[in-house]
């Protein structure tokens, strides 16, 4: 089955403690890309990603990391979490038009 | 500067019409895209367009104005099951893969 998954798909975390989420996909898609989703501000875009080794930054990068170290995964990394950063995150996959998403990961920092 | 505008909320009765209005100002255009979103899930594709006019996809058709900075989302037949938020985005560069998303529309669709 074509998928986006998700690791893990409900976290919560103290300030400060590095934090890791995954995301795979087995579609063979070149395009990737994480989201962050708040009420009332709609998804926005983190980091995308091109190909192996090939990432960018969307429209709100600050505090988070990303690599594309093999096609399927783009893990997104959060080195020092801070309050701000609780929300609902999904990863997407796309090899043109149509994004893909995975199933989200709700991170709570307290 | 970017921003994406749609209306909070809508309320349509079964089998009816109903339109979702979306309008941009974004630096760099190359599509955009409509996705559907049941509460508690993930997003999931419904449309793109990329030049000017309508495309249909059963129910659902969606039209795109470059030089207004409008498009909008048309679902007729309207089912209980298209309770949704409608997500309007944009794709901002030729080569990347940027997208800018609207804050969505809550559509509630009653008997």
């Known amino acids: 089955e074509a998928q986006v998954t998700q690791n893990p798909r409900y976290l919560i975390t103290v300030t400060g403690k590095k934090l890791t989420v995954t995301c795979s996909q087995n579609?063979?898609?070149?395009?990737m890309s994480w989201y962050r989703q708040d009420p009332g501000l709609g998804l926005r875009q983190i980091y995308y990603?091109?190909?192996?080794?090939?990432?960018d930054k969307g429209d709100v990068p600050e505090g988070y990391k990303v690599s594309r170290k093999e096609k399927r995964n783009f893990p997104l990394i959060l080195e020092s979490p801070s309050p701000n950063q609780t929300s609902l995150y999904f990863c997407?996959?796309?090899?043109?038009?149509?994004?893909?998403f995975g199933p989200g990961t709700r991170l709570t920092v307290t | 500067g970017q921003n994406i505008d749609q209306p909070t909320e809508m309320t349509a009765t079964e089998g009816a019409i109903v339109q979702i209005n979306c309008t941009y100002q974004?630096?760099?255009?190359?599509?955009l895209f409509w996705y559907q979103q049941h509460a508690g899930e993930a997003p999931t594709f419904l449309s793109y367009?990329?030049?000017?006019g309508l495309e249909e996809k059963g129910r659902f058709s969606s039209f795109l104005s470059r030089s207004k900075g409008y498009s909008y989302l048309l679902l007729k037949e309207l089912q209980m099951k298209d309770s949704a938020s409608y997500l309007c985005?944009?794709?901002?560069?030729?080569?990347?893969?940027?997208?800018?998303f609207g804050p969505g529309t809550r559509l509630s669709v009653l008997p």
């Open positions: 997407a996959s796309s090899s043109g038009w149509e994004q893909y």
């Open positions: 579609m063979n898609h070149e395009y």
């Open positions: 990603s091109m190909n192996v080794e090939v990432t």
């Open positions: 974004t630096s760099g255009f190359n599509g």
């Open positions: 367009n990329v030049l000017d």
């Open positions: 985005a944009v794709k901002k560069g030729n080569y990347g893969q940027n997208f800018v």
